[in-house]
């Protein structure tokens, strides 16, 4: 199937559980659908589409076959009068925890600096890999030995910036839907103890820790080879030397605030560990106190891996002094806090890398410790207008969704489990069906519902992405990617060779590419799934 075909099918090829609503996006004018029992191919209902949208993102006329009134469990398929057929899915009371299980389980997928064992990694597994100690850049020849963590993406760079994401997501999916996260994985360390997330987390948060300079406080900014290794080097043939580029301030202020959150989380857990988390947070946040300039953060003249660099730390500083009140109550992070809350130079509802400031807002509001009333009604009226921002593009969208034409960019799925996400938040401090509604047809998006037809993760769905850019799933010799990764998504921007050749005239939302060379719009990120497990871990 392909959508530009008038009467082609999308839905969430995972299927709608039994009371949500169900709508499947049916390409034209729409008409006359059917819902057809799979099996036995009986139509058990059939209904009128709604009338069409013209859809700005993907270009196209978009009509929608809602049959929410079913909820009957079983296996269907949609068919449209133009006698096109949907993928089937499923309605079921529990539909998305394979799948909030394959996306948690990537992380362990993603680890550095350590075997993959055959036991959890299946035909997936691999070697030991970066394990000698990188040099660091531009100093006198000196060494730091941060093996492990996480592999950021397609490649195998290891990032603080966005390493801190990921973590932030997680445990903040943990901290509000702990019981999603009962079931083992299961993991080498799995102890039917401690959940698996925070086994998960820890091995990242061992890596953040490596990379904090213990003289300082700062934190470096990346560890990665000077470039990036061939399309299908396996992590452990990636012996090129690694190099530890400069302390920034943004990994420095999410290396604090992530740690503050951390030594929340684990007290309970492992309290040892805690304490040299919240270590950690506080000889960060001693160094964001005597670096108040930011300079900002750029490639060293030889380092062509990913940059992560970012116009501004003020977020970062504001997400730290958020995390660091939270978990400790003292009035100098609530003074700090309040003092970066006062400044209008960046978004306060935002969560992607660049854009840390989301997490204080979340963090403060969520937050046990006395708030300053005014503040935290000022930053809830903030978030009510963000998510009504947010309902409101969707209800205009052909498929349902937040993301304006422009949103369309490098990392795409980023923003729209983002925006679920932070939905999702906004449902939890405020109560509204509206927005859980919402952020709900975004996961119908990720898993199929959109203009290319696919399943934007490996592995789920009838028809997921098959190559995305990730050097294990093309270096491995086994056929099938590995499972529970997010692909980036449509981008726009076409900052890839095979986009600029393939996908020059296609509409934002169609400018993806189910394509290795396209790692402008296929490739996979730790903090492309992390936002998708806070989401699925609503809907479990
Ligand atoms: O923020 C601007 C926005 O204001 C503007 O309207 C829009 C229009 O293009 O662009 C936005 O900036 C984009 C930025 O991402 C937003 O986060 C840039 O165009 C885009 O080039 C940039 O892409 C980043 C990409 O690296 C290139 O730097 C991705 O976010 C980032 O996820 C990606 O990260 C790479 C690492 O470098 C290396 N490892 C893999 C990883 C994923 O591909
Ligand atoms: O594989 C790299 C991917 O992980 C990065 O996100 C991307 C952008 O920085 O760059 C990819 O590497 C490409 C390089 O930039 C240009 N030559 C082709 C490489 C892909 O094989
Ligand atoms: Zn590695």
Avoid at 51 to 57: E, F, N, S, T
Avoid at 388 to 413: C, H, K, M, T
């Amino acid at each position: 199937m392909h959508m530009e075909e008038q009467g082609s099918l999308a839905v969430n090829q995972l299927g709608y559980r039994s009371t949500d609503a169900k709508i499947a996006m049916i390409t034209g004018e729409g008409g006359r659908f059917r819902l057809v029992d799979h099996a036995s191919g009986a139509v058990v209902w059939q209904g009128d589409t709604i009338p069409a949208v013209d859809d700005q993102a993907s270009g196209i006329k978009v009509s929608r076959g809602d049959f929410s009134v079913w909820s009957q469990p079983g296996t269907y398929r949609i068919e449209s009068g133009e006698g096109h057929s949907s993928y089937p899915f499923v309605i079921s009371d529990a539909v998305y925890e394979e799948a909030h299980q394959a996306l948690l389980k990537a992380f362990y997928f993603f680890r550095c600096g350590m075997e993959l064992e055959e036991k959890y990694a299946g035909p997936w597994k691999h070697a030991a890999c970066h394990l000698t100690p990188a040099l660091v850049y531009g100093e006198e020849p000196r060494r730091i030995d941060a093996w492990g963590g996480w592999h950021d993406a397609g490649d195998y760079g290891k990032y603080v910036v966005p390493g801190a994401k990921a973590v932030a997501d997680l445990l903040l999916a943990y901290e509000c839907y702990p019981q999603a996260f009962e079931g083992a994985l299961p993991l080498p360390e799995s102890d039917g103890v401690m959940p698996d997330v925070l086994h998960e987390c820890r091995y990242e948060l061992e890596w953040l820790l490596r990379m904090q300079d213990g003289e300082s406080g700062g934190a470096y900014h990346k560890l990665t080879t000077l470039q990036f290794p061939g399309p299908d080097v396996m992590p452990e043939a990636d012996t090129a030397e690694l190099y530890i580029s400069p302390i920034s301030a943004t990994a420095t202020g999410c290396l604090a605030g992530v740690m503050a959150m951390a030594a929340r989380v684990y007290t309970p857990h492992d309290a040892a560990f805690a304490a040299s988390c919240l270590k950690a947070a506080e000889q960060a946040w001693a160094w964001l106190e005597r670096h108040p300039e930011y300079p900002g953060f750029r490639n060293p003249a030889e380092v062509f891996t990913g940059e992560y660099g970012d116009e501004q730390d003020l977020d970062e500083r504001y997400w730290a002094a958020a995390e660091l009140y939270r978990t400790t109550g003292e009035a100098r992070y609530h003074e700090a806090f309040r003092g970066f809350a006062g400044q209008n130079a960046f978004d306060k509802y935002e969560l992607g890398w660049a854009d840390m400031g989301g997490y204080g807002t979340i963090s403060y509001l969520l937050s046990e410790r006395e708030n300053e009333p005014q503040l935290a009604a000022r930053l809830l009226a903030g978030l009510q207008q963000r998510a009504d921002e947010l309902a409101a593009v969707s209800r205009e969208d052909g498929f349902g969704i937040s993301l304006r034409p422009e949103q369309y960019i490098w990392g795409s799925n980023m923003l729209v489990m983002n925006h679920a996400m932070l939905l999702l938040i906004a449902d939890r401090l405020l109560g509204s069906q509206t927005y859980e509604r919402c952020a709900l047809e975004h996961v119908h998006y990720l898993f199929g519902a959109n203009v290319v037809g696919m399943s934007y993760v490996t592995g789920l769905g009838s028809r997921p992405i098959l190559h995305p850019h990730h050097r294990p799933s093309e270096g491995d010799g086994v056929e099938a990617p590995v499972p529970g990764l997010v692909s980036g998504g449509p981008n726009y921007g076409k900052q890839d060779e095979y986009a600029r050749e393939h996908l020059a005239d296609k509409a934002p939302a169609a400018s993806f590419a189910d394509v290795m060379e396209s790692y402008a719009t296929n490739e996979v990120t730790i903090y492309w799934n992390s936002p998708a497990v806070f989401v699925l871990s609503h809907f479990v």
